[in-house]
């Protein structure tokens, strides 16, 4: 039987805001600026992780970090006034016969059984739909999703993701009224371990999204709204000041041999309700 996710209940509001940094004292030095790795560094460290990936699928079922997630209790998504959108009931779609779910006792692989691209995230209410990411029968080519990437990295996450076990590419893309464009991408690998290998050298600076060369923590995400449904993993980024000509959010989730890509990017801005809405389903979706 098909599982429906609940929507958020109301909780305590939105969190407070980060305490601004203070200036440096006179005669200090300012804190460095983001690095970007350098595009070799990113070339080796796939190759090295593919080789140990090999090595390491036997263990793939303890590999995973164990948190949990009180769904109904969800900072940041507090008011229906507060600027979320109005998503349909997410559902997660059945099983297979006499197929476990992707975190069971046995399944050490950590294999999702569900067709991935029912996983994908529905559209919101007044959304435009964005048909370059709706692929041929719900598949996303390879090469589509590479170009969320700046084209420096993306012949060597080309390789990587060839040599490495990628089974399929899922994905969902829209536009809201007010010109904040959404973008997912669910990636299935052959084990949670290629799975956890790819997104540990593709997330961040590692390899740069288009539109965000740079990027840091988001330091916003702290507290309940931060912990990830129970064996899946959150990594959420902002784009680095000066932004570009859009405002880029980015967020990757780790849930067994399953990656996803939740972008957001809107000129002026990204509303960071909406986002964080968007990132909590998606994660609720895959646990």
Avoid: C
Wanted: aromatic residues 8%; without cysteine; hydrophobic residues 40%.
């Amino acid at each position: 039987m098909s599982q429906t996710i609940e929507q958020p209940e109301p909780g305590s509001g939105l969190p407070p805001r980060p305490v601004p940094t203070p200036a440096p004292a006179p005669g200090t030095d300012p804190a460095p600026a983001p690095v970007r790795k350098d595009r070799r560094v990113l070339r080796a460290a796939l190759r090295w992780t593919a080789a140990v990936v090999v090595f390491a699928v036997a263990g793939a079922g303890t590999a995973y970090e164990v948190t949990r997630q009180t769904r109904g209790d969800l900072p940041g998504l507090a008011t229906r006034g507060d600027g979320r959108w109005e998503y349909p009931a997410p559902v997660k779609p059945p099983l297979p016969k006499g197929a476990p779910a992707a975190f069971a006792e046995g399944n050490t692989r950590e294999e999702h059984f569900a067709d991935l691209r029912e996983l994908v995230l529905p559209a919101p209410k007044g959304a435009t739909e964005d048909k370059e990411l709706a692929g041929k029968d719900g598949w996303l080519p390879t090469a589509t999703y590479l170009k969320a990437y700046e084209k420096d990295a993306r012949a060597d996450l080309a390789l990587f993701l060839n040599e490495n076990g990628l089974r399929h590419v899922a994905a969902r893309g829209w536009t809201m009224p007010d010109g904040t464009r959404t973008r997912i991408y669910l990636l299935r690998f052959n084990t949670g371990a290629f799975a956890r290998a790819f997104a540990a050298n593709t997330a961040g600076n590692a390899a740069a999204l288009v539109g965000a060369p740079y990027t840091e923590d988001d330091v916003s995400w702290t507290g309940d709204i931060g912990t990830p449904v129970q064996y899946t993993k959150l990594s959420v980024y902002e784009e680095v000041r000066p932004y570009g000509a859009e405002r880029v959010r980015q967020a990757y989730i780790e849930a067994g041999d399953v990656i996803a890509l939740v972008v957001q990017s809107g000129k002026g801005g990204t509303p960071k309700v909406p986002f964080r809405q968007t990132v909590v389903l998606q994660n609720q979706l895959l646990g």
